[in-house]
């Protein structure tokens, strides 16, 4: 049995435990929807009232952007730590202290910072990635051997070529580990704007709640935790086998 056939089989039987809680009435139905219920309001919000499409391109949208950029300040920030002892002497200590701060923490500062709107959630979003980004970068290069940059050094390498062809193919691990962490701290964060932001998945789950529609939100929450298996198993796991082959990590 193949591994997509045992987690479909999961997945199967977590649903039909679901429909018998709600056919015993365990908990009160208006609180506890049916599956089928649910899926047929999945079905309505994606093709009937297009308010899941609307919601679900705009949270899409936020990540997208809010995760790239948490990536790319995140490399560059680690890189800098690792590479200066001044550096993590000084702005590295701000960044441990930071990251102890949750991203959404920041929200009613950005809502007033950029008046509301897409730019605050950004903002969010990027804190959330951009210090476990930061953090991992730093400790995969500070975890390089120091026989492969005496190596290096040896044959001529310094300065940003020893940066970019040494020390940065050498902690591809950690950097992996930085990106998963980077979409993960970073999806939460946007799912946590929005409930007080404006538009996406959040915004309309919180709506949804306030008219007590609980297969809305349920549906919601279903494509919430698919969208995570499908970054998880789709995009991740694809893009990590192919860099490690690329650096020699794996066979």
Known sequence: MTTIVRRLLFFIALIAIWEIIYRIDLFQTRMFPSPLL??????????????????????????????????????????????????????????????SVPSIVWLPLALVMFQGGSLAILFVIILGGTWPMTMNMRMGIKNVQPLLIRAARTMGYKGLELVWKVLIPASIPSALTGVRLAWAFGWRALM?????????????????????????????????AVIGLIVEYLIFNPIERKVLQRWGYSK
Request: glycine letters at 12%; aromatic letters at 8%; charged letters at 15%.
């Open 38 to 99: 649910s899926f047929v309001e999945l079905y309505r919000g994606f093709f009937e009232t297009g308010i899941l499409t609307a919601a679900l391109t705009t949270s899409m949208g936020r990540i997208s952007l809010g995760f790239a950029l948490a990536v790319i300040i995140g490399s560059i920030l680690g890189i800098i730590l690792a590479t200066s002892k001044l550096a993590d002497e000084t702005l590295g200590s701000l960044v441990v202290a930071l990251q």
């Open 192 to 224: 946590a704007a929005e409930l007080l932001g404006r538009g996406g998945l959040g915004r309309t789950l919180l709506d949804a709640r306030d008219f007590f529609n609980m297969e809305l939100v349920i549906a919601i929450m279903i494509i919430i």
